[in-house]
Nanobody, 115 residues
Framework: QVQLVESGGGLVQPGGSLRLSCAASGSIRSIDVMGWYRQAPGKQRELVAVVSSGGTIGYADFVKGRFTISRNNAKNMVYLQMNSLKPEDTAAYYC?????????WGQGTQVTVSS
């Protein structure tokens, strides 16, 4: 089992920044890919960014140039630096971890972009 705990969400004005953190614990040796997804009310959960244990990174087109994912394997942490936030970025953000056999989710952290 793997436990994921997110932090860092909140209310921010358009154009502002937030940094999300995700702490992993448990059977973390089995984990390869970690990433961030988001889900807005009435919408499906969607990929934001992922990073493999080897450092390969992928982003959704809608965050390229604005968000940066990073991972600290020694601390079992993954981060999402979000800059130039837009109202449409408002959603619950979820940390995800995947092994070869299954995926794990955190409880989510709310990000609200509003003036």
């Amino acid at each position: 089992q793997v436990q994921l705990v997110e932090s860092g969400g909140g209310l921010v004005q358009p154009g502002g920044s937030l940094r999300l953190s995700c702490a992993a614990s448990g059977s973390i040796r089995s984990i390869d890919v970690m990433g961030w997804y988001r889900q807005a009310p009435g919408k499906q959960r969607e990929l934001v960014a992922v990073v493999s244990s080897g450092g390969t990174i992928g982003y959704a087109d809608f965050v390229k140039g604005r968000f940066t994912i990073s991972r600290n394997n020694a601390k079992n942490m993954v981060y999402l630096q979000m800059n130039s936030l837009k109202p449409e970025d408002t959603a619950a953000y979820y940390c995800n971890a995947r092994s070869s056999t299954r995926g794990y989710w955190g409880q989510g952290t709310q990000v609200t972009v509003s003036s």
